[in-house]
């Protein structure tokens, strides 16, 4: 079992508290790895390094979902250009407005823990 001072999680969220996306890498097939594991999902291989995200990628899906206080925000799945899927909010635009295969740009929220969202989502 891995130390947890070592662990992929704790790198990822070191890395959210940097303001950057850390994602793994396979090193054995070359697949994008997220979220952080010990092993690869796509050939089980054990060796996997960390790499730094541009932040930059595509709306694959979004939905609105109604907060509490009546405004609501789009919850989407995000593309990144490096090839991984990441779940996240996108930010400064209309929830509703949000349209599929747009492009978007990350954003880390400070907070407790940092929050990874994404702003654009209009246009293509």
Do not use: W
Not at 64 to 93: H, N, Q, W
């Amino acid at each position: 079992m891995r130390d947890l001072v070592t662990s992929p999680h704790v790198a990822y969220r070191d890395g959210l508290a940097r303001g950057v996306l850390l994602f793994q890498r396979c090193d054995a097939c070359s697949a994008a790895v997220f979220p952080p594991r010990v092993v690869c999902p796509s050939c089980g291989g054990a060796d996997l390094s960390t790499e730094q995200s541009a932040g930059l990628g595509e709306v694959y899906s979004t939905t609105a979902v109604a907060a509490k206080d009546g405004e609501p925000y789009a919850v989407c799945l995000i593309d990144l250009d490096e090839g991984f899927r990441m779940m996240s909010t996108v930010t400064g635009v209309a929830a509703a407005d949000v349209e599929i295969g747009s492009r978007v740009t990350l954003v880390v929220e400070d907070g407790d823990p940092p929050r990874p969202t994404f702003v654009g989502g209009t246009g293509r």
